[in-house]
């Protein structure tokens, strides 16, 4: 048993954002392991969680401080890790102590360089271009300084000098499982994320109501997102949780995610757990979780519409998508993610054993 400090700044429900998600489920497994794991995060731990959640809140702390991207990370520089064996950080671990502090594991969770382009040049805000290329310069301190660091993918580990480890993300494969209740009873096509962003939900919306619509008049978009969104045919579910998720996920006839760039996209494991078949346009992170296109489809973006006509109107084509993924998505099973990171472990507290930090 090892005792397991995790960094990560926000947690579900708090946060809708995978890192936080692959942090929760990380943490869990390794308790159920019998692991020692204590969280160490600004948000309060989810409820029922099986492992201690020590927060890192600065005092009187408003929306505006959460947002400081440094804030978090020196205040984490500061802490005591000496009770602990290692520190496995999802980030803010780049003023961490190495010569007093456990060894660190860094995951990379995608490039913040790519997400600098994706949402500030391709959407054209400079505001959100500066604060991921600050967020990726940290990241390749984090890169330089961890004693071991980990990608979620082989395309994330392109953008940075070291890499030792690839292990992706994982799923729940009992809470996100098919059942026997059918399908929605009108196509339906489902889309989790933001609207305005490098998810890309506006194109997707466009796309259902200039070209899938008139072919399938009875089509309805399901939209879990932060931004509203209305219109014929169009239910807006703002945020739920997992459970209400995992239903949705379970009826819907198609998810579609045509996000311009993903470090991994942990709705497309999702999805395909369900028993769901998922539609992509091309990204790094849904080439690696669909298999190049085997569990899945990844077209571009003008092709999109047609697409998706085709899937809704053919059931023996949704049936044959949607085993592929389901025999994919069993390869992101906890247990098995939980396995690797046991084994980067006990490598990185063995090296740091025959060769101590200086």
């Known amino acids: 048993m090892s005792r397991i400090a995790i960094v990560q700044r926000f947690l579900p429900p708090v946060s809708r954002g995978g890192v936080g998600h692959f942090a929760h489920g990380l943490a869990t497994v390794l308790s159920s392991r019998g692991h020692a794991v204590t969280m160490f995060s600004e948000d309060p731990g989810p409820p029922g969680a099986p492992y201690e959640v020590r927060r890192v809140t600065r005092a009187n702390a408003t929306p505006r401080t959460r947002r400081n991207p440094l804030g978090f990370a020196l205040r984490v520089g500061r802490l005591d890790f000496s009770a602990f064996d290692l520190i496995h950080a ?37 505001r959100r271009f500066l604060l991921h290329f600050t967020f990726y310069a940290l990241e390749l301190v984090s890169d330089l300084r961890a004693d071991t660091v980990v990608a979620v993918s082989r395309h994330t580990g392109r953008h940075f000098l070291r890499l030792d480890e690839v292990v992706p993300n994982g799923v729940d494969l009992g809470r996100f499982a098919p059942d026997d209740a059918p399908k929605a009873p009108q196509p339906t096509i489902l889309f989790v994320g933001e609207l305005r962003s490098r998810k890309r939900g506006d194109l997707l919306v466009d796309v259902v109501r200039r070209f899938v619509r008139p072919q399938v008049p009875d089509v309805r978009l399901w939209v879990v997102s932060p931004d509203r969104v209305d219109g014929e045919g169009i239910e807006w579910w703002g945020a739920v949780d997992d459970e209400r998720l995992a239903g949705l996920y379970r009826s819907a006839w198609v998810m579609c995610l045509p996000s311009s760039y993903e470090g991994f996209g942990r709705p497309y494991i999702e999805a395909m757990a369900a028993g769901t078949a998922v539609i992509a346009t091309p990204n790094p992170g849904a080439q690696e979780a669909l298999d190049d296109g085997r569990a899945g489809l990844i077209v571009k973006k003008h092709d999109l519409g047609p697409a998706l006509c085709r899937l809704l109107t053919n059931a023996d084509a949704r049936r044959t998508l949607a085993a592929r993924g389901l025999e994919r998505s069993r390869e992101f099973a906890w247990d098995r993610v939980a396995v690797r990171y046991e084994l980067i472990y006990e490598a990185v507290l063995e090296r740091r054993a025959h060769h101590p930090a200086v």
């Open 90 to 126: 999802q980030g803010d671990d780049q003023f961490i102590p190495r010569r007093s502090a456990p060894p660190v594991v860094r995951t990379l969770h995608g490039s913040s360089w790519a997400e600098a382009i994706h949402n500030g040049v391709y959407r054209l805000s400079p």
